[in-house]
């Protein structure tokens, strides 16, 4: 019993120093408001909050999260792909701006607004 508790003081306080030397380090998926960064940076932009065309993103040619034929087309990698990539004079590159974790939080955001 005494050498689990100390087991257990010794993992919190090594998890606890990692996280006051290498602040922000990791950050799980779960701990990623997906939802905030699509309205942050896709949601008034190119995408509505509902996943349709902006003005400006129909103008731009982006795709709308809404159309079943473009979502049942397209895989998660593409998605990703296109998320960190962006398209010349179309869609800027996200891979300086969010983290590869962030990148694969937005997925299930975009497929959200499909209907099935």
Aim: include cysteine; charge should be neutral; glycine fraction near 8%.
């Amino acid at each position: 019993m005494f050498k689990t508790g100390i087991f257990a003081v010794t993992a919190v306080a090594v998890v606890a120093c990692m996280d006051a030397f290498f602040p922000g380090a990791h950050i799980s998926r779960a701990d990623i408001d997906a939802r905030n960064l699509y309205m942050t940076h896709c949601g008034g932009c190119c995408h509505g909050p509902d996943g349709k065309l902006t003005d400006l993103g129909r103008a731009l040619g982006a795709r709308d999260f809404t159309d079943a034929a473009w979502q049942a087309k397209t895989t998660d990698e593409q998605i990703i792909k296109q998320i960190n990539d962006g398209t010349p004079e179309k869609m800027k590159p996200f891979k300086e701006e969010l983290t590869p974790d962030e990148i694969k939080a937005l997925v299930p955001v975009v497929r959200s607004f499909w209907k099935k």
